[in-house]
């Protein structure tokens, strides 16, 4: 079936990012995760390198069929450049997806490369790297794990 791409900028990578992760390994047997640079996103909290090295950690259990480089540019350019057969994506609500459907019916006319949408599980639509990074900054606490644990820990160390 040929290799799949994941791009994001995963700052923080969470559950939710796991989730489609795991079912795209499921679905093409392998896959690579894109840590890109979104320039209509602040910087975050973590670098590109810390991003990727929190995503192998986080990955591990799925051993060679996950693969995780840094790019930058376009996606479809990233895509292209390791033959990537298609562009994961997900979407967790209305107003995400129609967003996504723009993008890749734009990144199917520019490069001929699909895009599937996948969708995480309900226990994990919710989950935002955007909420997860203000819990940190503000030293909330959270009562159910919305990352995995190394995230946590990373984002505990950036706290203090």
Do not use: W
Not at 16 to 41: R, S, T, W, Y
Not at 88 to 104: H, L, N, P, W, Y
């Amino acid at each position: 079936m040929g290799v799949a791409f994941y791009p994001g900028s995963f700052d923080p990578f969470h559950l939710g990012h796991l989730d489609i992760v795991e079912q795209a390994v499921g679905m093409f047997g392998e896959l690579v995760i894109g840590v890109m640079h979104n320039p209509a996103k602040p910087s975050g909290m973590f670098t590109a390198d810390e991003r990727a090295d929190l995503i192998r950690q986080s990955t591990t259990h799925l051993g060679k069929a996950v693969c995780v480089e840094k790019f930058s540019g376009l996606t479809v350019d990233a895509a292209a450049s390791i033959k990537a057969s298609f562009i994961v994506k997900s979407a967790r609500t209305g107003a995400d997806f129609e967003i996504e459907q723009q993008m890749a019916q734009t990144n199917r006319a520019a490069s001929g490369i699909n895009t599937v949408v996948l969708f995480s599980s309900p226990e994990h639509q919710f989950i935002s790297s955007t909420y997860i990074r203000q819990f940190a900054q503000q030293g909330g606490a959270m009562r159910t794990p919305l990352a995995p644990s190394c995230v946590i820990e990373a984002l505990a160390k950036k706290k203090s």
